[in-house]
């Protein structure tokens, strides 16, 4: 099978002004397959962010290149990358500050549709249908960030990550800011989500029982690269990596 996404010796060196470089991700590859949920751990500052940013275009990848769907995105510029990123969608860690203050949750759900020519009317109607299909009532458009929880607000940011039928989302920490049982619901609501929508996940996470519960292959990176792959209970439960080893051992 094609993969969905694929990653070529990536690399990012971030360049600092008066200071030394800082080289975040060094030369990676990597596929995720259609319907995979491959995620990613490693220690605070091992480069998964930045991979995450690098494949959304965030930021520009110093070398390497990334092909979405069959697509070189790697160098795409304006509404040809906005093109390819109708596929690719990011969940961020904290939902309440990805919305605009200002603005309701509805529209800030249906911002995206407004590029593909939808009515006011009819991007209403979208956002309360994601809302339903993601466990929240359609009055919640009518809300503001600040007027729901943390967990209700994460449901309405993979609503709106789901508005453009993405085959990719990334999650980035996407339940890390959640108490134990809010993060169960959003991960059974993303189990859903996956077998109803088709999606692929790249799942980026530091808890390393909710990555084995989870994803079904897992790569473990340390200082910009990948150090160990596989299948979360074999890289999990029987580590053949040192760091790997110490980074288990130190949740246990
Ligand atoms: N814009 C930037 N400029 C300079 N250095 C950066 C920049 N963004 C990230 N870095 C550095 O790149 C390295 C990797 O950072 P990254 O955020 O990808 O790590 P991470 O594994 O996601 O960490 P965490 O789990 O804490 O989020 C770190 O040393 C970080 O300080």
Redesign the pocket.
């Known amino acids: 099978m094609e993969p969905i996404l694929k990653v070529n010796h990536l690399k ?1 060196v ?3 002004r008066g200071k030394r470089d ?4 060094e030369n990676i590859s990597f596929s995720l397959q259609p319907g995979e949920i491959l995620g990613i751990v ?12 690098l494949i959304t275009r965030l ?1 520009d990848p110093t070398e390497g290149e990334i092909i979405l769907d069959g697509q070189d995105i790697t160098h795409l510029k304006g509404t040809a990358l906005k093109d390819a990123y109708g596929k690719l969608q990011m969940v961020f860690q904290n939902p309440v500050g990805s919305f605009d203050p200002r603005r309701t949750l509805g529209d800030g759900i249906g911002e995206s549709l407004r590029n593909k020519g939808m009515s006011k009317v009819e991007r209403r109607k979208k956002a309360a249908e994601l809302l339903e299909q993601c466990g929240l009532d359609a009055s919640y458009a009518d809300r503001y960030p600040h007027q729901v929880s943390g967990g209700q607000c994460q449901r309405a940011a993979i609503a709106r990550a789901l508005a453009v039928d993405p085959k990719v989302l990334i999650c ?2 996407a339940t890390s800011a959640l108490d134990v049982t809010v993060q169960k619901r959003i991960i059974e609501l993303l189990r859903r989500l996956k077998e109803e929508k088709n999606l692929s996940y790249l799942f ?1 996470c ?1 808890n390393l029982a909710l990555v084995q519960e989870f994803c079904d292959r897992v790569l473990v ?1 340390k200082d ?1 690269g990948i150090v160990e792959e596989g299948t979360p209970d074999d890289v999990i439960c029987n580590p053949q990596d040192e760091y790997t080893k110490m980074l288990v051992e130190a949740v246990l």
């Not at 800082?22 to 991700?25: C, D, E, M, N, R």
């Not at 490693?42 to 940013?53: I, L, Q, R, Y």
């Open positions: 990012k971030f360049h600092q800082v080289f975040a991700v490693g220690e605070s500052g091992s480069g998964k962010s930045t991979v995450a940013k930021v980035d920490e980026i530091h990176m910009g």
